[in-house]
């Protein structure tokens, strides 16, 4: 049983993680972004392929674009670059992969290497093929530009967040539709302060009160499953002081609709923090011992009788509850006066002077 605080906290909590993983994709990819710093050995490997197929296709313009996108390679330093690679290559790689380089290097205008015998072998720099457990790092998308190798995964990351974010946003939403009637309950029928109130058709001894009260009807039907109404305790001026509402509390049988046989009927004082609850039995429910024995901890069982009224008291608020009508069902293997078709109960909710 969920007080109305207790649900907009819950709805703030669900609100403020969609909030969150919004805001921090934005700072991610928006306002810091993450800068990729490429290991030697995969900036070599890369220019490799980008060589190879610059030789199949004789596209330039895509070499160059493949370079700049994915290594930030400005069009006027990419021969000076490829040069670099090429010291490497053309010494330790295969005839075949300088040769690629060399043909993209002149096309770029790029200064052939001289070569310089007996340098040491760079250990970090092997030629196109990448060893067993080597993490390759990814790109990531710039403006502009398409994807290319790692580029292609990274790109996905955001995809896959905002898709996540979709998610969450639509089971929230189903989530507070399904449950409208717990969460939107007290605030649908919540009516206006009267210094006087409606009197009741019968008047209890020391029921109706004088003063300034809100009053409020909760009605049950059978096939209300998981059957819960709550309104909300107000002050003239607009002032939350807490909730009322019943709910059901015991069901007979397995197979649907639920059939009730005892009710919840509670205040909630939000400023003590107390919580006072009372059980509304059937007819064979309160002279079925071990089940009254069951529910009186709860705080006391009624017999559900017409024209009976159920005071709850806290702290700081009163409610005077009345059992205007009410009905049995009817089912084989279920005793008679078992569980209820449906009842009818009469709120009056009023604030303590202090």
């Known amino acids: 049983m969920f007080s109305m605080v207790g649900r907009f906290i819950l709805i703030g909590l669900i609100v403020g993680v969609i909030l969150g993983l919004i805001v921090g994709l934005l700072v991610g990819w928006v306002v810091w972004p993450v800068k990729w710093h490429y290991a030697n050995q995969w900036i070599d490997d890369y220019v490799v392929l980008v060589s190879k197929a610059y030789v199949q296709d004789n596209d330039l313009a895509r070499a160059q674009w493949r370079l700049e996108a994915t290594l930030e390679w400005p069009p006027a330093e990419q021969g000076q670059r490829i040069t670099e690679v090429l010291t490497r290559y053309q010494e330790y790689g ?3 992969e300088t040769t690629q380089l060399k043909a993209l290097m002149n096309a770029l205008g790029g200064t052939a290497p001289t070569p310089m015998p007996g340098s040491p072998v760079p ?3 092997a030629p196109t093929s990448v060893g067993p457990g080597t993490q390759v790092p990814l ?3 710039t403006a502009g530009g398409g994807l290319d190798l790692g580029g292609l995964v990274g790109s996905l990351l955001p ?3 905002v898709g996540l974010i979709a998610v969450l946003v639509v089971v929230a939403v189903v989530f507070l539709w399904t449950n409208r009637s717990k969460f939107l309950g007290g605030l649908k029928r919540g009516p206006a302060w009267t210094e006087e109130g409606e009197a009741w058709t019968t008047v209890e001894p020391g029921m109706a009160p004088a003063g300034p009260h809100m009053r409020f009807t909760a009605r049950y039907a059978l096939g209300q499953d998981n059957y819960e109404e709550s309104f909300s305790v107000e002050s ?3 002032g939350f002081f807490g909730e009322c509402g019943v709910s059901a509390a015991e069901r007979l049988g397995k197979e649907g609709p639920d059939k009730v046989t005892a009710f919840d009927v509670w205040l909630f004082d939000v400023a003590s923090r107390e919580t006072v609850t009372k059980v509304l039995l059937s007819d ?5 011992d071990p089940l ?3 529910l009186i901890s709860r705080g006391g069982v009624i017999l559900a009788e017409k024209g009976k009224v159920v005071t ?11 059992v205007v009508d009410f009905g049995y069902g009817d089912q084989d293997g279920l005793p008679d006066n078992s569980f209820f078709s449906f009842i009818t109960l009469d709120m009056v909710a009023q604030i303590k002077e202090a």
């Open 139 to 141: 790109q990531t998308p």
């Open 94 to 96: 295969t005839p075949q």
């Open 236 to 238: 003239a001026a607009g």
């Open 292 to 294: 009254r024995t069951q």
């Open 159 to 161: 995809v896959c967040c």
């Open 284 to 288: 064979w429910g309160y002279k079925d």
């Open 312 to 322: 709850l008291e806290t702290q700081n608020l009163r409610v005077d509850i009345k």
């Open 123 to 125: 250990t970090s720099l």
